[in-house]
């Protein structure tokens, strides 16, 4: 029996799975590389803490397959709370079948629902598919320049 496609908040049994995910991801990415128990620290803090944010996985037939990460701010400019959305991947085995759209417009739907601002990410520059991806979903060019300093 088909389980089907859903979109829902990521549970304690997800976490590997989600870390996989990541280390794929972390790949691809060249700010970042893959360290399993950092990124599980990660994601259990988040799971634990949900004023921090929010888990969303995808499943197909019941596995994860993709997953987004919703951080929750305050914006002084909106007046609002906000979200941050990271790490947002679709296992390899599952692209190009749309379910990348249904994971970032359910985590878009939470977020109107819980009154959220605005919906901030970041994505490499050099990646050119996710960049159309994004702007597909009505994503629009900042002219705010992201700057960081490791602790």
Request: with cysteine.
């Amino acid at each position: 029996m088909s389980l089907g496609t859903i979109v829902d908040f990521a549970t304690e049994a997800d976490l590997s799975a989600m870390a996989d995910l990541l280390h794929e991801l972390f790949t691809l990415e060249s700010d970042f590389r893959p360290e399993r128990d950092k990124q599980l620290a990660g994601l259990r803090l988040i799971l634990d803490t949900p004023a921090l944010g929010r888990l969303f996985v995808l499943r197909i037939d019941g596995q994860v397959a993709g997953m987004a990460n919703a951080l929750i701010t305050v914006s002084t400019a909106c007046g609002a709370p906000v979200l941050l959305l990271e790490d947002v991947i679709v296992g390899r085995a599952w692209r190009g079948r749309g379910h990348g759209r249904r994971l970032v417009e359910h985590v878009l739907d939470w977020a109107r629902q819980q009154g959220m601002g605005r919906v901030t990410l970041l994505a490499d520059q050099d990646n050119a598919h996710a960049l159309a991806f994004y702007e597909r979903l009505g994503f629009e060019p900042s002219a705010m320049v992201v700057r960081r300093r490791v602790l």
